[in-house]
């Protein structure tokens, strides 16, 4: 599975009560971009860049697969700058709460 496919499925995963009612636009510029849109306990996935995105999440795509499959650790990733975020940055450290970690690890 590619860092895109896994995108893509990520909704399957979202974890309704933990994104309430969060509204927001996130781009993961990746060999090929991808972003999310957030709405209200929805997500979804659009190929290419998003206009105005409210986080920007840059990662090479070995790096989010091993996020997704807790091979990697997001701080350690994030410190060692594997992972570089732009925009909402209290967005970006809820981000790994919005997602059910034990799904994600599922999907790859």
């Known amino acids: 599975m590619t860092a895109k496919d896994l995108l893509h499925r990520m909704p399957e995963a979202l974890d ?3 994104a309430g009612d969060t509204k927001a636009v996130i781009q993961y510029e990746l ?3 991808v972003y999310h849109v957030l709405d209200a306990g929805t997500v979804r996935t659009v190929d290419g860049r998003a206009e105005a ?3 920007t999440v840059t990662i090479g795509d070995d790096d989010l697969l ?3 499959k807790g091979k990697l650790n997001p701080m350690t990733a994030f410190m060692t ?3 570089r975020v732009g925009g ?3 967005l970006a450290q809820r981000l790994v709460k919005l997602f059910d970690q034990e799904k994600l690890a599922s999907l790859g």
């Open 31 to 33: 060999s090929e971009p």
């Open 66 to 68: 091993a996020l997704f």
């Open 53 to 55: 995105p409210d986080l």
């Open 88 to 90: 909402d940055v209290a």
């Open 81 to 83: 700058g594997r992972v």
């Open 16 to 18: 309704v009560e933990a």
